[in-house]
């Protein structure tokens, strides 16, 4: 299993069924995305996912496409305004966020965490004066982290969860919880996921502005690029709007797992490294003004995209971390820029060219299967040349 299927799975990090697939596009070039949505099909018929949708934006328009269901109740199919929990594609905003502050002087990236969070980061050999604001969102801190502590594991990725999943949890806790354990490695020497992270991050968000992190990642990236689907909850348990239902058996396997809807839950815990909600549209905004260069200044751009290597470590094959994003090689030799995230009943993925132009972004409503793995035959359909595929 991978380490974002562990990580996920500790964190966040309807029995199997065969539905017809209903697809709907917005132009006039299904053909040219038939295979993801033969990969939608299979997600459905043979993986056994309550249901799928992909969004594709190339210089042609938009495709969207669908298979299963948004309610397994009503039988309601998905739809593209649809919003859903993004999960760790959260890191992404926060590193955004990060890199408008430094590109404002508020901060720098060789700032320690002992700067700005003096004496947080300290017990069990974790010292926040040797890791700085960079370190953080590459993944190279060493910080242990949270969600791989034992009660964390027991309250949030066991069938317990059901009776925590409205717990109110605040990130100093979190944080708490991480320096009970040894870092993972010493600052600088490996890489590891580690939502402890981008807890700190967006801790430090709070501290430099003196605003919440929520408001934060709306007044510099969610209202100047009008995306108005999307939000931090806080500790909203309901998502708002139209969505679709999240699915989960919570790690349990088996024909006989039992499925849980966890549409409603507070995404506390998750916060800066992986409680946001959106959309497919937002999604595609977002990234593409990413992508493109139109939200950071070139030397901020610079630092998100340089990546350190992930070889090694139990995580999603041929990838590579930036700062709250990674690059990922398919088979055919292309590579996709991007992120992807988890959180109970909802696995999305947002990837494409490094200039934006391409883009996909897929999301399934159930946690079960190998969404990574579907997700990566979603995107060689889509962006590996045809005669390789």
């Known amino acids: 299993m991978t380490r974002i299927l562990r990580t996920?799975?500790?964190l966040l990090a309807a029995a199997a069924m065969t539905v017809n697939a209903s697809p709907a596009v917005a132009d006039d070039h299904a053909d040219d995305h038939a295979g993801v949505q033969r990969v939608l099909d299979q997600a459905v018929a043979r993986d056994g996912l309550p249901g799928?949708?992909?969004?594709?934006?190339?210089s042609r328009g938009t495709w969207f496409g669908t298979a299963g269901v948004a309610d397994t109740a009503t039988g309601r199919a998905r739809r593209q305004q649809d919003r859903f929990r993004v999960g760790s594609i959260t890191k992404t905003f926060t590193s955004a966020v990060v890199l408008k502050l430094a590109a404002e002087g508020r901060l720098s990236l060789d700032d320690t965490v002992d700067k700005w969070l003096p004496g947080v980061v300290r017990g069990n050999g974790?010292?926040?004066?040797?890791i700085t604001i960079r370190r953080l969102l590459n993944g190279t801190s060493g910080i242990f982290a949270y969600t791989l502590d034992q009660t964390m594991i027991t309250n949030y990725a066991t069938p317990?969860?059901?009776d925590h999943r409205f717990d109110v949890v605040r990130p100093e806790k979190l944080v708490k919880i991480a320096m009970t354990h040894p870092p993972s490695f010493?600052?600088?020497?490996a890489w590891g996921y580690s939502n402890t992270n981008y807890v700190l991050a967006g801790m430090i968000i709070e501290k430099v502005t003196g605003r919440s992190y929520a408001e934060e990642v709306a007044r510099r990236i969610t209202r100047p690029l009008g995306m108005t689907a999307t939000y931090v909850p806080g500790d909203e348990a309901k998502l708002r709007g139209p969505h679709a239902?999240?699915?989960t058996k919570l790690q349990v396997t088996g024909p006989d797992a039992k499925v849980h809807d966890t549409t409603d839950m507070n995404a506390s815990w998750a916060w800066a490294a992986g409680g946001m909600v959106s959309t497919t549209g937002d999604l595609h905004t977002f990234y593409r003004a990413l992508l493109s260069g139109r939200l950071l200044p070139p030397?901020?751009?610079?630092?998100?995209f340089t990546t350190v290597s992930t070889e090694g470590v139990p995580w999603i094959d041929n990838t590579a971390y930036g700062l709250g994003v990674f690059s990922q090689k398919l088979s055919c030799g292309v590579t996709a820029w991007g992120n992807g995230g988890f959180i109970h009943g909802s696995w999305t993925y947002a990837m494409g060219t490094r200039d934006g132009k391409r883009?996909?972004?897929t999301n399934v409503n159930g946690d079960w299967a190998n969404p990574i793995s579907i997700f990566a035959k979603e995107l060689e359909a889509e962006l590996c040349p045809p005669g390789s595929r």
Do not use: N, W
């Open 8 to 10: 996920a799975a500790c």
């Open 52 to 58: 799928i949708l992909a969004d594709v934006r190339d």
């Open 126 to 130: 974790h010292d926040g004066s040797r």
């Open 160 to 162: 317990a969860f059901m």
């Open 186 to 189: 010493a600052p600088g020497t």
């Open 245 to 247: 239902r999240h699915y």
């Open 299 to 304: 030397a901020q751009q610079k630092e998100m």
């Open 359 to 361: 883009m996909l972004v």
